[in-house]
């Protein structure tokens, strides 16, 4: 079993900064692609930032410039920098990650978390 926790979500006003993290524990092998989404009220989910193991990033048009994503292989982490923040930022923001079980697995297997609010408005 493999469990997926975000923090660092919040209140801020626009123009402010919020780092987000990602933790993944259970049986895990390794990681391969860690990435952000979110999903605003009567929205689809959508790709916000993703990462892969061997650290190349791939963005949104709508965050390039302003969002950082980045992640640590050895603590099965990741985080996700966010700077001048829009009110088009709100909505929860989930992390996804793909779990490679065993060092003999072939497949590896998607997990979400639960989610962490982001809300950005004056």
């Known amino acids: 079993q493999v469990q997926v926790v975000e923090s660092g979500g919040g209140l801020v006003q626009p123009g402010g900064s919020l780092r987000l993290s990602c933790a993944a524990s259970?049986?895990?092998?390794?990681?391969?692609?860690m990435g952000w989404y979110r999903q605003a009220p009567g929205k689809q989910r959508e790709l916000v930032a993703r990462?892969?193991?061997?650290?190349?990033?791939d963005y949104a048009d709508s965050v390039k410039g302003r969002f950082t994503i980045s992640r640590d292989n050895a603590k099965n982490t990741g985080s996700l920098q966010m700077n001048s923040l829009k009110p088009e930022d709100t909505a929860i923001y989930y992390c996804?990650?793909?779990?490679?079980?065993?060092?003999?697995?072939?497949?590896?297997?998607?997990?979400w978390g639960q989610g962490t609010q982001v809300t950005v408005s004056s």
């Open positions: 996804n990650v793909a779990v490679v079980p065993y060092i003999s697995s072939i497949s590896d297997y998607s997990y």
């Open positions: 259970g049986s895990i092998s390794r990681l391969n692609t």
């Open positions: 990462i892969t193991s061997g650290g190349s990033t």
